[in-house]
Structure formats: C-alpha cells, structure tokens
C-alpha cells in the first residue's frame, strides 16, 4: 500500500528545540545496514525490548522499555504519551539523514510473517530538501505529520542538504487475528488535513534510460559498482522512474560489459534489499 499521511500533531504545543539540540549532539556509532547509506544516516533508540540505548535491534517483544535518549528528551517523551498507544508498539527512535541516501529497499521480508508491521514516521524539522520515495511516488513529510510508510514495499529516502533531519519513528506489531489496530490513545490530539502527497518529477524516456545504460556499462566493475549503485539510486527522485529503477539499469549494463561479476552482485543485492532476505542474513557490498 502507499505511503500516506493519517494525521497531524500540533507541534507547536511542544518545545523540542533542546531536545533535537540533545539528539545532534549523541556521536555517531556504527550501525547495522550503515553500508547501504551515503552521508550521515543515525537512528537512536528512545524505547525498545531491553531499555539499552545502544540495542537498535527490532524485537517482536511484548515489553518496550524507555533509554536513556528518551530520558533527556522529554518532549517527544511527552508527545509519544499524549498521542499514541503503547500496546503493540514495539521500538521508537529517532533518525536522522544528512546530505546523504538511503538506497532503495524493503523491510519487514526477513520477519515473523504472524504479525502486520506498522511503521509510523513523524517528521520534527522542517527541511524543504529532504524527500522520500515509494512504488507509488516521491513525497516529502511536514513536521508533524503522522505517515504510515509502507516499509515492505521499495522504498528510499534523502536530504540534499547538509541540514538535519530528525524524524520520529515508531514501530507497531498486531498477531495477524487481532482487527482493532489502536494506535492513538484516548488523549490524542490528532488533526486531520488531506493534502496533495506527490512531486512532480522531470520526464525520462526509454531512450533517456538507454543512454545511462550504456555509459554505466563503460564504466561498471566490482569497485565502481557501490559509487553507481548510489548514483543511480538518486534519479528517481528527481527523474520520474521507478523507486528500483538503478538496479534494472545496473543489471543490464553488467550484461552489456559483459562482467560477470558484478551482474552476480547486482542481482544478489537486489533479492536482498528488494525480495527476501533471511533473518540475521547480511552481505556486503564492499566484500
Ligand atoms: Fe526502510
């Protein structure tokens, strides 16, 4: 399903200043899936199965615990309290991308298939350069707003700038039989304003996407194909074509140049950011 707003909290009524200012300031440590990012890409843990700050692993745990982040934060503490429901919720954090890529991928296709997943994104800062992709379309979210973003389709995200970007993200897991998916509480102010999702992206033709193809194939080799992957990656955002369409030109651009190597690469990459990927599965594009 496409990404799609539900709602919007008046952020206004809360003064997170001190606590982005908090968030900018936690040192970077290394992440699982740093490798598919470009730039500075950092997620923080504010609530998850053990408590501890630096467990960013998703857990369908029955209990959540606050960290140590979400102690100093105690706005967003405050608006998490007053606007949503905890039963169900399984992990909050924070994320931020600066002058950098997500590459495009799915989530969720490595776990337990008993479960709906329901990821929640806020938007706290207003930054006119971020985007985010989808199947459907290119988008950017407002501070504020509450998006379901539909992790288990392809999807992508970037900030052209070298501004933050801190959004809030929340992690809903209902069993498969339970139909009444609360996720505001009874307090929740939440507003409701429909508006006009999708960018309009420049046009690119068949014979646009042809000559890319065969400049990627001059230039495509075991170490060049990481620094493509993320150029390519980027056109879909300002190009309208499809959220994955770079892999189908690396593809076909491996297969021009004849390397084996990197066709094999390409096409194990893609089944495991956009097909299936088993539980703890990694790879790596730098091995
Ligand atoms: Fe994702």
């Known amino acids: 399903m496409a990404s799609r707003i539900i709602g919007t909290i008046d952020l206004s009524e809360y003064t997170i200043m001190d606590d ?3 968030l900018n300031s936690v040192v970077k440590v290394a992440e699982e899936y740093d490798e598919f990012c470009q730039g500075y890409w950092q997620n923080l843990s504010l609530m998850n199965a053990s408590g501890e700050a630096h467990d960013s692993l998703y857990r369908n745990s029955k209990i959540i615990l606050p960290t140590h982040h979400l102690k100093k934060c105690t706005e967003i503490s405050r608006i998490i309290q007053d606007n949503f429901e905890l039963t169900g919720l399984k ?3 924070t994320r931020n991308l600066i002058d950098g890529m997500v590459i495009p991928h799915k989530d969720f296709v490595e776990l337990n298939k008993d479960y709906n997943y329901l990821r929640l ?5 207003e930054n006119s350069q971020c985007f985010n992709s989808d199947e459907f379309g290119v ?3 407002r501070p504020g707003e509450i998006w379901i973003l539909d992790a288990a389709i392809s999807h992508a995200a970037i900030n052209f700038s070298t501004n933050s970007r801190i959004f809030l993200c929340l992690d809903y897991a209902f069993s498969v039989e339970n139909k009444n998916l609360n996720i505001f509480n009874k307090s929740a102010k939440i507003l409701m304003e429909n508006r006009h999702i999708y960018i ?3 046009p690119m033709n068949e014979s646009d996407q042809d000559h890319i193809i065969e400049g990627l194939s001059k230039i495509i080799s075991s170490f060049t194909l990481r620094d493509l992957l993320f150029a390519v990656s980027k056109y879909h955002f300002v190009y309208h074509v499809p959220v994955t369409a770079g892999f189908d030109w690396l593809k076909k651009a491996a297969i021009i140049a004849g390397d084996e190597e990197s066709h094999n690469k390409i096409n194990k990459l893609s ?3 956009i097909e299936a990927r088993e539980l703890g599965e990694r790879f790596s594009l730098t091995s």
């Open 271 to 273: 089944r495991y950011l």
């Open 139 to 141: 988008f950017q979210m």
């Open 20 to 22: 982005l200012n908090y």
């Open 91 to 93: 992990m909050v954090r």
């Open 121 to 125: 994104m806020i938007p706290l800062q």
């Open 200 to 202: 309009n992206r420049k």
